[in-house]
């Protein structure tokens, strides 16, 4: 493999919900389109963080990457390896290379097995490690992520939420993976406690050189932690940058719409928003073309009869929308599509 080849690469991801109807005999009525030819790729000890509002299919996403559940289609390229194709044989030896923190801490953790359990249950279904050596593991993880070894005979319910995800987190590095996805890792978590457990994430990716798909909704989080951004809106990509270039310049109205939305420090620093019109459109029935042109202020004709794809228009800057040239602080010259 070459080096220069990104760890992850995910191209025309797509995941259907069908919906069904009928009491004795069930028929497919319609499809919920939650994710929707998504392509992206992370490097090696990268960060892409993954931001949207809710039910746009961040978190579909980032189980389908890691085929927790199955795609509809598309591919997703582990390390050069297809991981949609592979035999479950094949599939089970690649889970402990690519790993996740849950959303819920809580809901996370097996409320029947100690701490020792929960961390160690990866080296045990690899095998190779004996009893002692298992033991000594988890108190050495629980002490990489901050927590004491007595906590490893402990249960889950008698932690705070910051110290169950500090325990998810020391599951998910134990069998030594090489890419992480981070879904809503720190939502449920108090402000000086996400802190902290962003630090963790920093260091353990130094430490350990991990990738990470960072999902969140807090877009200050995401500008923290990531190097490049992409931005989703109804089960599409629709654009995406290095961090600096995104928060400084961004290309797409909804993205524009969404740092706009970002509470400001001081009443004084007030800027004028961008104000969104329309409700939402269902992902059952998604509208035509650009799926926010029902929504967006510069929305032309072309807007509902074409989908933009998703293209580069300055290096390293993708974005999916036909005007994508105009709506920045510099216009991009060279000829639209």
């Given at each position: 493999?070459?080096?220069?080849?990104?760890?992850?690469?995910?191209?025309?991801?797509?995941?259907?919900?069908?919906?069904?109807?009928?009491?004795?005999?069930?028929?497919?009525?319609?499809?919920?389109?939650?994710?929707?030819?998504?392509?992206?790729?992370?490097?090696?000890?990268?960060?892409?963080?993954?931001?949207?509002?809710?039910?746009?299919?961040?978190?579909?996403?980032?189980?389908?990457?890691?085929?927790?559940?199955?795609?509809?289609?598309?591919?997703?390229?582990?390390?050069?390896?297809?991981?949609?194709?592979?035999?479950?044989?094949?599939?089970?030896?690649?889970?402990?290379?690519?790993?996740?923190?849950?959303?819920?801490?809580?809901?996370?953790?097996?409320?029947?097995?100690?701490?020792?359990?929960?961390?160690?249950?990866?080296?045990?279904?690899?095998?190779?490690?004996?009893?002692?050596?298992?033991?000594?593991?988890?108190?050495?993880?629980l002490d990489v992520v901050g927590l004491a070894s007595a906590h490893a005979r402990r249960y889950?319910?008698?932690?705070?939420?910051?110290?169950?995800?500090?325990?998810?987190?020391?599951?998910?590095?134990?069998?030594?993976?090489?890419?992480?996805?981070?879904?809503?890792?720190?939502?449920?978590?108090?402000?000086?406690?996400?802190?902290?457990?962003?630090?963790?994430?920093?260091?353990?990716?130094?430490?350990?050189?991990?990738?990470?798909l960072f999902i969140a909704h807090d877009l200050a989080v995401v500008k923290h932690i990531s190097?490049?951004?992409?931005?989703?809106?109804?089960?599409?990509?629709?654009?995406?940058?290095?961090?600096?270039?995104?928060?400084?310049?961004?290309?797409?109205?909804?993205?524009?719409?969404?740092?706009?939305?970002?509470?400001?420090?001081?009443?004084?620093?007030?800027?004028?928003?961008?104000?969104?019109?329309?409700?939402?459109?269902?992902?059952?029935?998604?509208?035509?073309?650009?799926?926010?042109?029902?929504?967006?202020?510069?929305?032309?004709?072309?807007?509902?009869?074409?989908?933009?794809?998703?293209?580069?228009?300055?290096?390293?800057?993708?974005?999916?929308?036909?005007?994508?040239?105009?709506?920045?602080?510099?216009?991009?010259?060279?000829?639209?599509?």
């Open positions: 493999m070459s080096a220069r080849e990104p760890l992850l690469s995910v191209t025309g991801l797509t995941k259907h919900f069908p919906v069904r109807e009928g009491l004795v005999v069930e028929r497919e009525v319609g499809r919920v389109r939650a994710v929707d030819d998504v392509s992206f790729t992370i490097g090696h000890g990268e960060t892409l963080g993954l931001v949207g509002e809710s039910g746009c299919g961040k978190s579909t996403t980032g189980r389908l990457v890691l085929r927790l559940i199955e795609a509809t289609g598309g591919s997703v390229s582990f390390e050069g390896r297809d991981v949609l194709a592979l035999p479950p044989a094949e599939l089970r030896a690649l889970r402990g290379a690519m790993q996740i923190v849950f959303q819920d801490p809580y809901g996370a953790l097996d409320p029947r097995m100690t701490v020792e359990d929960i961390i160690t249950e990866p080296l045990a279904i690899q095998g190779g490690h004996s009893g002692p050596q298992l033991a000594q593991e988890a108190r050495r993880l889950p319910h008698e932690f705070s939420g910051g110290q169950r995800q500090r325990i998810g987190i020391a599951r998910a590095i134990a069998p030594k993976p090489k890419f992480i996805v981070c879904d809503e890792a720190v939502s449920a978590l108090d402000v000086s406690v996400q802190a902290q457990i962003v630090n963790l994430l920093q260091d353990l990716q130094q430490e350990m050189g991990l990738s990470y190097d490049r951004v992409a931005v989703m809106y109804l089960g599409h990509v629709v654009e995406i940058a290095g961090k600096r270039d995104l928060y400084a310049d961004p290309r797409h109205p909804y993205t524009q719409a969404l740092l706009d939305a970002v509470p400001v420090r001081h009443p004084r620093l007030r800027r004028k928003r961008a104000r969104l019109t329309g409700e939402i459109p269902s992902p059952l029935d998604p509208p035509p073309g650009c799926r926010f042109h029902r929504r967006c202020p510069l929305a032309q004709a072309v807007c509902s009869a074409e989908r933009p794809l998703l293209r580069e228009i300055l290096p390293g800057h993708q974005v999916a929308c036909h005007f994508a040239e105009t709506t920045g602080k510099s216009p991009v010259t060279g000829p639209k599509p």
